[in-house]
């Protein structure tokens, strides 16, 4: 994931102000250790150099396992919304099918009441207004696993 030519991470959940907070208490460290001679002065910079390299890695250490969680959650919430997109797809699939199998009721329907006696302009009137007439609620329901079945009973009980 990081190239060695790119630039270090920085994260710096310090302000400015803390920034010069912590460079007066390390002055006031040094100053404390004056009296202690140069060799040791250097000897404590040098831990304390190494300390700020270590809370450094692990600040960065910490933003790669972030981002790494991060990912995760994107390939996972990106995976859930292609689901429920391709569920979606399917839902509709299945109610312009019930909507298909509603029109081909209508139409079987209607060649069975202009099969039967008269057909004159009183059954093409019904016809119409059987074409017209808005579909029941009952003919709206989710389809259920089974829609295929209830459709085929739905079919046989209407031809009854």
Do not use: C
Not at 62 to 78: C, D, P
Not at 82 to 98: T, V, Y
Not at 119 to 134: R, S, V, Y
């Amino acid at each position: 994931m990081f190239s060695g030519a790119s630039a270090p991470l920085s994260l710096s959940l310090s302000s400015p102000s803390s920034t010069s907070i912590s460079m007066q208490k390390l002055k006031s460290e040094l100053m404390g250790m004056a009296g202690d001679g140069e060799q040791q002065q250097r000897q404590w910079l040098k831990g304390r150099a190494a300390e700020l390299e270590e809370q450094r890695v692990g600040y960065q250490n910490r933003a790669l396992q972030l981002e790494r969680q991060r990912f995760k959650w994107l390939r996972f919430s990106t995976k859930k919304e292609h689901d429920m997109e391709r569920m979606k797809l399917h839902n509709d699939r299945l109610r312009l099918e019930n909507e298909r199998m509603l029109l081909l009721l209508r139409q079987k329907e209607l060649e069975l009441l202009s099969g039967g006696v008269g057909g004159g302009a009183d059954n093409h009137l019904q016809q119409q207004q059987l074409m017209l007439q808005p579909t029941n609620a009952a003919s709206h329901k989710r389809p259920t696993a089974d829609h295929h079945l209830n459709a085929s009973v739905e079919h046989t009980s209407t031809a009854v």
